[in-house]
């Protein structure tokens, strides 16, 4: 399983151990997603912005038609970081691929390769033949109705005595800069006063 801090499974939760045995078992599943709030509706989103797209739903749900939840998983066109379960094995092979660099987001490289195969393939049985490569799959519930992962907001999501606890250190920090400023500006005025009483001397 891939995991994000930022990430959060909602209730009730995906079956995971029904769908860890299905990414055991069945050589056509390598990747299983979730829905998210953008991904809502993702099979008829997706499926009315190309044929191919809508011919690899099609024969993805044959192909798992007699197998467990198969009304609910569906294929997946893209390869999501946020949480989702995956082989060790199929991460060796997408970063033994040299598309793929340090610090570089999947989504953004491998993710971008992936569903550009499918998109750029000469016939909708090509396309349906580069998904099955990588078999990448999304837990579906309620037809794609049903969020199963959400994305949480750092400032807002943190637990009430931290969050407290860190509106305090903000204050206090505040305060003293503000103490700090007003002590560096009376010193200011001091030293133009003593400036002053010197040329009063002088003269």
């Not at 943190?158 to 206090?172: A, D, F, H, P, Y």
């Not at 400023?181 to 009376?186: A, D, K, L, R, W």
Request: proline share 3%; with cysteine.
């Amino acid at each position: 399983m891939i995991l994000q801090h930022d990430w959060l499974f909602t209730s009730p939760h995906p079956p995971m151990s029904h769908l860890l045995s299905i990414l055991q078992t069945e050589d056509e599943v390598q990747y299983i997603g979730f829905v998210a709030r953008m991904s809502l509706n993702y099979e008829t989103s997706r499926g009315q912005s190309h044929s191919y797209y809508r011919y690899i739903f099609s024969q993805a749900r044959n192909l798992r038609s007699d197998r467990p939840f198969s009304k609910d998983l569906i294929a997946c066109l893209h390869w999501f970081d946020r949480p989702h379960l995956c082989s060790v094995e199929t991460y060796r092979q997408i970063f033994g691929m040299s598309i793929v660099k340090r610090g570089n987001f999947l989504e953004d490289t491998f993710g971008v390769e992936y569903i550009q195969s499918m998109k750029n393939a000469l016939t909708k049985e090509a396309a349906f033949e580069e998904w099955k490569k990588w078999g990448a799959w999304m837990y579906y519930p309620d037809n794609g109705k049903t969020v199963t992962v959400r994305h949480l907001h750092g400032r807002i999501n943190l637990l009430g005595e931290r969050q407290e606890e860190t509106i305090k250190k903000m204050i206090k920090a505040n305060i003293e800069k503000r103490a700090a400023s007003v002590s560096e500006e009376n010193e200011r005025w001091n030293m133009d006063d003593v400036t002053i009483d010197e040329l009063s001397v002088d003269l």
